[in-house]
């Protein structure tokens, strides 16, 4: 008999990019986890590590995408979709763009900083040489509720 291999959905990575989260939480860092896939593998995966790294541009799509590049011996990388917890910055959307990532995947809005539509739109915008597809709002209020309970808990 073949062996079936069971393909993951949208939600089933969004929970390994919320295990992530939790990591960096933690670490003391704001609970943000985002992995980069093609093919139904792990390419890269990260989360947040500003403070641990003493650097304003590890947030967690940046570092994913770092360990996918270092992955795949490119720094481009198409055919590959990003699962992030949190809606992309103007930053990271930036290098999301750059690195032509076919497709992006949030739970919560960033109604402070969000670079889809919350704030900025870069992630599709037709200005730009390449354009994202983006799902947004997947698993939206556990993502949410990590980061409110996070700050609830400093505060």
């Known amino acids: ?23 960096g939480e933690r670490m003391g860092e704001v609970p943000v986890g985002a992995l980069v896939v093609r093919d139904g593998k792990v390419l890269g995966a990260g989360f947040n ?22 992955n ?9 979709t990003l699962y992030v917890t949190l809606e992309p910055c103007s930053m990271c959307a930036g290098a999301l763009v750059n690195a032509r990532v076919e497709r992006v995947v949030y739970g919560a809005d960033d109604l402070r900083a969000g670079a889809h539509r919350s704030i900025f739109e870069v992630l599709d915008n037709p200005k730009l040489n390449h354009r994202c597809d983006v799902t947004r709002g997947v698993l939206a209020d556990e993502c949410a509720e990590m980061l409110r309970a996070f700050f609830r808990r400093r505060r």
Do not use: C, F
Request: charged letters at 20%; a neutral charge.
């Open 1 to 23: 008999m073949a062996r079936q291999t069971q393909r993951l959905d949208d939600t089933d990575w969004m929970k390994q990019a919320l295990a992530l989260a939790g990591q």
């Open 49 to 70: 590590t500003v403070i641990t790294d003493s650097d304003p541009s590890a947030h967690a799509e940046i570092v994913a995408l770092r360990a996918a590049s270092r």
């Open 72 to 80: 795949v011996g490119n720094y481009r990388l198409p055919g590959t």
